[in-house]
Protein backbone atom coordinates (compact mmCIF):
# COMPACT_ATOMS: atom_id res chain seq x y z
CA UNK A 1 0.00 0.00 0.00
CA UNK A 2 1.18 3.90 -0.70
CA UNK A 3 2.36 6.51 1.32
CA UNK A 4 -0.37 8.79 -0.73
CA UNK A 5 -3.12 5.57 -0.76
CA UNK A 6 -2.53 5.46 2.84
CA UNK A 7 -3.28 9.64 3.50
CA UNK A 8 -5.99 9.37 1.26
CA UNK A 9 -7.85 6.39 2.81
CA UNK A 10 -7.30 8.22 6.34
CA UNK A 11 -8.90 11.12 5.08
CA UNK A 12 -11.60 9.25 4.02
CA UNK A 13 -11.78 7.16 7.08
CA UNK A 14 -11.83 10.65 9.71
CA UNK A 15 -14.54 12.21 7.15
CA UNK A 16 -16.81 9.39 7.31
CA UNK A 17 -18.54 9.83 10.40
CA UNK A 18 -19.40 13.74 9.36
CA UNK A 19 -22.42 14.06 7.93
CA UNK A 20 -25.76 14.64 8.95
CA UNK A 21 -28.48 12.09 10.44
CA UNK A 22 -31.44 12.48 9.28
CA UNK A 23 -35.16 11.85 10.83
CA UNK A 24 -36.29 8.20 9.96
CA UNK A 25 -39.68 6.07 10.27
CA UNK A 26 -39.87 4.62 13.43
CA UNK A 27 -38.55 0.64 13.94
CA UNK A 28 -40.58 -2.50 13.64
CA UNK A 29 -40.42 -3.83 16.78
CA UNK A 30 -37.36 -5.33 17.91
CA UNK A 31 -37.54 -8.96 18.83
CA UNK A 32 -34.56 -10.54 16.74
CA UNK A 33 -31.07 -11.00 18.33
CA UNK A 34 -28.25 -9.49 15.92
CA UNK A 35 -27.79 -11.48 12.52
CA UNK A 36 -25.67 -14.37 13.27
CA UNK A 37 -23.02 -13.73 9.99
CA UNK A 38 -22.76 -10.14 12.13
CA UNK A 39 -22.99 -11.26 15.56
CA UNK A 40 -20.35 -9.50 18.18
CA UNK A 41 -17.75 -12.19 18.74
CA UNK A 42 -18.71 -14.35 15.54
CA UNK A 43 -15.75 -15.97 13.74
CA UNK A 44 -17.77 -16.31 10.74
CA UNK A 45 -18.69 -12.37 10.49
CA UNK A 46 -18.50 -11.41 6.75
CA UNK A 47 -20.19 -7.65 6.24
CA UNK A 48 -21.04 -6.57 2.72
CA UNK A 49 -18.34 -4.73 1.99
CA UNK A 50 -18.92 -5.11 -2.24
CA UNK A 51 -18.06 -0.87 -2.74
CA UNK A 52 -15.02 0.31 -2.04
CA UNK A 53 -14.81 2.40 1.16
CA UNK A 54 -14.37 5.45 -1.24
CA UNK A 55 -17.70 4.80 -2.93
CA UNK A 56 -19.23 3.90 0.25
CA UNK A 57 -18.80 7.32 1.58
CA UNK A 58 -19.51 8.63 -1.66
CA UNK A 59 -22.83 7.93 -0.36
CA UNK A 60 -25.44 10.65 0.99
CA UNK A 61 -27.74 8.67 3.04
CA UNK A 62 -27.31 5.87 6.04
CA UNK A 63 -29.31 3.58 7.49
CA UNK A 64 -29.76 0.72 9.83
CA UNK A 65 -30.36 -3.16 8.87
CA UNK A 66 -34.00 -4.46 7.05
CA UNK A 67 -34.73 -5.85 10.44
CA UNK A 68 -34.52 -4.46 13.70
CA UNK A 69 -32.55 -6.12 16.50
CA UNK A 70 -33.06 -6.87 19.97
CA UNK A 71 -30.26 -4.69 21.89
CA UNK A 72 -30.80 -6.41 25.00
CA UNK A 73 -29.36 -9.47 23.99
CA UNK A 74 -25.74 -7.43 23.04
CA UNK A 75 -23.47 -7.58 25.69
CA UNK A 76 -22.05 -4.18 26.78
CA UNK A 77 -18.47 -3.53 26.44
CA UNK A 78 -16.87 -3.62 30.19
CA UNK A 79 -13.41 -1.57 30.58
CA UNK A 80 -10.10 -2.89 30.52
CA UNK A 81 -6.56 -1.94 29.78
CA UNK A 82 -5.68 -1.68 26.10
CA UNK A 83 -2.51 -0.27 24.65
CA UNK A 84 -3.47 2.83 22.54
CA UNK A 85 -4.38 2.30 18.67
CA UNK A 86 -1.48 2.92 16.35
CA UNK A 87 -3.93 4.59 14.28
CA UNK A 88 -6.16 7.67 15.01
CA UNK A 89 -4.24 8.97 17.92
CA UNK A 90 -1.99 11.51 16.36
CA UNK A 91 -2.44 15.05 17.41
CA UNK A 92 -3.03 17.60 16.36
CA UNK A 93 -5.11 16.13 12.98
CA UNK A 94 -7.07 18.46 10.99
CA UNK A 95 -10.50 17.51 9.03
CA UNK A 96 -12.33 19.51 6.74
CA UNK A 97 -10.30 22.75 7.49
CA UNK A 98 -10.10 22.44 10.92
CA UNK A 99 -7.67 20.93 13.99
CA UNK A 100 -8.92 18.86 16.66
CA UNK A 101 -6.83 18.15 19.56
CA UNK A 102 -7.02 13.90 21.08
CA UNK A 103 -6.80 14.09 24.98
CA UNK A 104 -3.46 12.45 26.48
CA UNK A 105 -6.22 10.38 28.94
CA UNK A 106 -10.16 10.06 28.65
CA UNK A 107 -9.61 10.25 32.79
CA UNK A 108 -11.97 12.98 34.11
CA UNK A 109 -13.78 13.79 30.90
CA UNK A 110 -17.65 14.30 30.95
CA UNK A 111 -19.44 16.47 28.32
CA UNK A 112 -22.64 17.33 27.29
CA UNK A 113 -23.77 17.30 23.67
CA UNK A 114 -25.83 15.96 20.78
CA UNK A 115 -25.28 12.14 19.51
CA UNK A 116 -25.48 11.60 16.13
CA UNK A 117 -25.01 7.67 14.79
CA UNK A 118 -24.11 5.56 11.66
CA UNK A 119 -24.85 2.32 10.60
CA UNK A 120 -25.60 0.43 7.28
CA UNK A 121 -22.89 2.97 5.49
CA UNK A 122 -20.26 2.26 7.45
CA UNK A 123 -20.55 -1.53 7.96
CA UNK A 124 -17.88 -3.27 7.80
CA UNK A 125 -15.36 -0.80 6.91
CA UNK A 126 -12.28 0.27 9.01
CA UNK A 127 -12.74 2.63 11.33
CA UNK A 128 -10.04 5.47 12.01
CA UNK A 129 -8.15 3.06 14.47
CA UNK A 130 -7.85 0.46 11.81
CA UNK A 131 -10.37 -2.00 13.21
CA UNK A 132 -13.71 -2.68 10.69
CA UNK A 133 -17.08 -1.01 12.11
CA UNK A 134 -19.50 -3.17 13.15
CA UNK A 135 -23.17 -1.65 13.64
CA UNK A 136 -24.07 -4.59 16.27
CA UNK A 137 -21.36 -3.78 18.51
CA UNK A 138 -21.96 -0.77 21.25
CA UNK A 139 -18.88 1.20 19.91
CA UNK A 140 -18.62 4.95 18.95
CA UNK A 141 -16.88 7.76 17.25
CA UNK A 142 -15.39 10.85 19.09
CA UNK A 143 -12.93 13.63 17.81
CA UNK A 144 -10.77 13.80 21.11
CA UNK A 145 -11.23 10.59 23.44
CA UNK A 146 -8.38 8.72 22.95
CA UNK A 147 -8.55 5.00 20.73
CA UNK A 148 -9.56 3.23 22.58
CA UNK A 149 -11.47 4.51 25.31
CA UNK A 150 -14.71 3.46 27.24
CA UNK A 151 -17.46 6.17 28.05
CA UNK A 152 -21.31 5.79 29.34
CA UNK A 153 -23.43 7.69 26.84
CA UNK A 154 -26.79 8.49 28.58
CA UNK A 155 -29.81 9.62 26.92
CA UNK A 156 -30.87 13.04 29.00
CA UNK A 157 -34.41 13.00 27.21
CA UNK A 158 -35.14 9.43 28.67
CA UNK A 159 -32.34 8.32 31.10
CA UNK A 160 -31.75 5.67 29.50
CA UNK A 161 -27.92 4.69 28.79
CA UNK A 162 -25.10 2.16 27.21
CA UNK A 163 -21.23 1.71 27.75
CA UNK A 164 -19.59 2.06 24.66
CA UNK A 165 -16.30 1.49 23.05
CA UNK A 166 -14.83 4.47 21.53
CA UNK A 167 -12.60 3.46 18.66
CA UNK A 168 -13.30 5.67 15.96
CA UNK A 169 -12.91 9.23 14.84
CA UNK A 170 -15.79 11.83 14.47
CA UNK A 171 -18.50 13.11 13.94
CA UNK A 172 -17.50 16.24 12.03
CA UNK A 173 -20.36 17.69 11.68
CA UNK A 174 -21.05 21.14 13.43
CA UNK A 175 -22.98 20.76 16.82
CA UNK A 176 -22.21 17.33 17.26
CA UNK A 177 -20.41 15.47 20.51
CA UNK A 178 -20.46 11.92 19.18
CA UNK A 179 -21.36 9.53 16.94
CA UNK A 180 -22.58 5.88 18.25
CA UNK A 181 -22.49 2.59 16.68
CA UNK A 182 -26.27 1.71 15.41
CA UNK A 183 -27.11 -0.63 18.85
CA UNK A 184 -25.93 1.55 20.72
CA UNK A 185 -28.31 4.19 19.40
CA UNK A 186 -31.10 1.82 19.65
CA UNK A 187 -30.33 1.23 23.17
CA UNK A 188 -30.60 4.35 24.28
CA UNK A 189 -33.20 6.11 22.09
CA UNK A 190 -31.16 8.08 19.51
CA UNK A 191 -32.26 6.24 16.89
CA UNK A 192 -34.51 6.38 14.50
CA UNK A 193 -35.19 9.78 15.86
CA UNK A 194 -31.74 10.54 14.56
CA UNK A 195 -29.91 12.76 17.21
CA UNK A 196 -30.30 13.15 21.03
CA UNK A 197 -29.45 15.25 24.06
CA UNK A 198 -26.50 12.63 25.93
CA UNK A 199 -24.22 12.86 28.55
CA UNK A 200 -21.37 11.45 27.63
CA UNK A 201 -18.66 10.03 30.89
CA UNK A 202 -15.05 8.87 30.00
CA UNK A 203 -14.62 5.42 32.08
CA UNK A 204 -11.69 3.48 32.92
CA UNK A 205 -10.60 0.19 33.56
CA UNK A 206 -10.50 -0.94 37.21
CA UNK A 207 -12.45 1.70 38.55
CA UNK A 208 -15.86 1.43 40.25
CA UNK A 209 -18.43 3.92 37.91
CA UNK A 210 -20.17 6.39 39.74
CA UNK A 211 -24.07 5.75 40.71
CA UNK A 212 -25.37 7.70 36.44
CA UNK A 213 -27.61 10.87 37.60
CA UNK A 214 -29.55 12.76 34.86
CA UNK A 215 -30.29 16.28 36.12
CA UNK A 216 -30.55 19.72 34.68
CA UNK A 217 -28.57 22.64 36.15
CA UNK A 218 -31.11 23.85 39.28
CA UNK A 219 -32.81 27.41 37.79
CA UNK A 220 -35.34 29.72 39.29
CA UNK A 221 -38.77 28.35 39.73
CA UNK A 222 -40.20 30.08 36.54
CA UNK A 223 -37.52 28.58 34.73
CA UNK A 224 -37.28 25.20 36.18
CA UNK A 225 -38.32 22.83 32.83
CA UNK A 226 -41.03 20.06 34.28
CA UNK A 227 -39.55 16.73 35.11
CA UNK A 228 -40.34 13.43 33.34
CA UNK A 229 -42.36 11.05 34.86
CA UNK A 230 -40.48 8.02 36.21
CA UNK A 231 -40.71 5.34 38.25
CA UNK A 232 -40.10 5.57 42.06
CA UNK A 233 -36.72 2.61 41.44
CA UNK A 234 -35.92 2.90 37.78
CA UNK A 235 -34.64 -0.25 35.83
CA UNK A 236 -31.06 -0.82 35.14
CA UNK A 237 -29.28 1.58 32.74
CA UNK A 238 -31.53 4.17 33.17
CA UNK A 239 -31.32 7.43 35.26
CA UNK A 240 -34.62 9.92 36.88
CA UNK A 241 -34.47 12.58 34.65
CA UNK A 242 -35.42 16.20 34.40
CA UNK A 243 -36.18 17.53 30.99
CA UNK A 244 -32.76 19.11 29.76
CA UNK A 245 -32.96 22.51 27.93
CA UNK A 246 -30.89 23.30 25.07
CA UNK A 247 -28.64 26.47 24.19
CA UNK A 248 -26.21 27.92 21.58
CA UNK A 249 -23.22 29.18 23.68
CA UNK A 250 -21.86 32.48 21.79
CA UNK A 251 -18.84 33.05 24.33
CA UNK A 252 -17.30 33.13 27.81
CA UNK A 253 -15.56 35.99 29.85
CA UNK A 254 -13.88 36.80 32.69
CA UNK A 255 -15.39 40.18 32.83
CA UNK A 256 -19.11 41.59 33.25
CA UNK A 257 -18.27 44.53 30.71
CA UNK A 258 -17.42 42.00 27.79
CA UNK A 259 -20.05 39.56 28.35
CA UNK A 260 -23.02 42.19 28.20
CA UNK A 261 -21.26 43.78 24.74
CA UNK A 262 -21.10 40.39 22.87
CA UNK A 263 -24.79 39.66 24.90
CA UNK A 264 -25.80 43.07 22.99
CA UNK A 265 -24.29 41.79 19.47
CA UNK A 266 -26.73 38.77 19.35
CA UNK A 267 -29.49 40.15 20.85
CA UNK A 268 -29.42 42.98 18.25
CA UNK A 269 -30.08 39.82 15.36
CA UNK A 270 -33.29 39.00 16.63
CA UNK A 271 -32.60 35.76 16.83
CA UNK A 272 -34.51 34.81 20.27
CA UNK A 273 -34.42 35.18 23.87
CA UNK A 274 -30.39 36.40 24.96
CA UNK A 275 -29.00 35.53 28.58
CA UNK A 276 -25.64 35.98 30.38
CA UNK A 277 -25.13 33.40 33.02
CA UNK A 278 -22.68 33.29 35.95
CA UNK A 279 -20.85 30.15 36.58
CA UNK A 280 -17.45 28.75 38.41
CA UNK A 281 -14.87 27.02 36.41
CA UNK A 282 -12.06 25.87 38.38
CA UNK A 283 -12.24 28.64 41.09
CA UNK A 284 -12.64 31.06 38.20
CA UNK A 285 -15.94 33.27 37.70
CA UNK A 286 -16.95 32.72 33.74
CA UNK A 287 -19.79 34.56 32.60
CA UNK A 288 -21.35 33.06 29.70
CA UNK A 289 -23.44 34.81 26.68
CA UNK A 290 -25.73 31.79 25.73
CA UNK A 291 -28.80 32.60 23.32
CA UNK A 292 -32.11 30.28 24.02
CA UNK A 293 -33.76 27.94 25.51
CA UNK A 294 -34.50 26.17 22.08
CA UNK A 295 -36.91 24.13 20.94
CA UNK A 296 -34.57 21.01 19.57
CA UNK A 297 -31.75 19.94 17.71
CA UNK A 298 -33.07 21.29 14.39
CA UNK A 299 -33.36 24.88 15.97
CA UNK A 300 -29.62 24.54 17.51
CA UNK A 301 -28.63 24.01 14.26
CA UNK A 302 -30.10 26.67 11.94
CA UNK A 303 -29.30 29.63 14.51
CA UNK A 304 -26.26 28.35 14.90
CA UNK A 305 -25.37 28.81 11.00
CA UNK A 306 -27.02 32.22 11.37
CA UNK A 307 -24.63 33.22 13.80
CA UNK A 308 -21.35 32.13 11.31
CA UNK A 309 -23.05 34.07 8.98
CA UNK A 310 -23.49 37.29 10.91
CA UNK A 311 -20.07 36.90 11.69
CA UNK A 312 -21.14 36.53 15.76
CA UNK A 313 -18.58 33.77 16.73
CA UNK A 314 -18.81 30.06 16.45
CA UNK A 315 -20.98 28.84 18.75
CA UNK A 316 -20.85 25.40 20.91
CA UNK A 317 -24.06 23.64 22.23
CA UNK A 318 -24.56 23.95 26.10
CA UNK A 319 -26.89 21.33 27.53
CA UNK A 320 -28.71 22.13 31.16
Not at 108 to 117: A, D, F, L
Amino acid sequence: MTRGFVLLLAAALLAGCGGKKTHRAAPPVATRPPPASTAPGSASAVPETSLSQAERYRQTQDDGPREAIDVSRIEEPEPKSEPLSRYGNRSPYSVLGRTYEVLPTARGYVERGISSWYGNKFHGYMTSSFEPYDMYKFTAAHKSLPLPSWARVTNLENGKSVVVRVNDRGPFHENRLIDLSYAAAVKIGVWPKGTGLVEVRALMPGEIEPEARVAATVSPPSQRAKPVATPRSAPAGTAAVVQPRIYLQVGAFGEQSNAERAAQRVAAAQLGEVRVVEASVNGRSVRRVRLGPLRDVDEADRLAQELRRLGLGEPRVAID
